[in-house]
């Protein structure tokens, strides 16, 4: 079991940056693929950009450039750089934690963090 929590999120002029981060509890990371993804309100959850554990990293098309996801074993955290934020980038960011071992299929989400974009 992962317990994930976000936090970073908050209220940011547009063409301003926020971190966001995840901590996760109760198993280490390392073996997990992680990932960022949004939900804006009426709209369906999307993937923003995941990273493997051996540290590839894939963006959706409309954050590329700006974005960037990182990952800490050390910390068990995982980090969403946004910069350059626009008000489209406003929703619920969710940190996401998956692995397959055999049949099985690992997948755990936080509770989620706000981000609002406006000036």
């Known amino acids: 079991q992962v317990q994930l929590v976000e936090s970073g999120g908050g209220l940011v002029q547009p063409g301003g940056s926020l971190r966001l981060s995840c901590a996760a509890a109760g198993s280490i990371i390392s073996t997990y693929a992680m990932g960022w993804y949004r939900q804006a309100p009426g709209k369906q959850r999307e993937l923003v950009a995941t990273i493997t554990s051996g540290g590839s990293t894939n963006y959706a098309d409309s954050v590329k450039g700006r974005f960037t996801i990182s990952r800490d074993n050390g910390k068990n955290t995982v980090y969403l750089q946004m910069n350059s934020l626009e008000p489209e980038d406003t929703a619920v960011y969710y940190c996401?934690?998956?692995?397959?071992?055999?049949?099985?299929?690992?997948?755990?989400w936080g509770q989620g963090t706000q981000v609002t974009v406006s000036s």
């Open positions: 996401n934690a998956g692995r397959v071992v055999g049949r099985t299929t690992y997948n755990y």
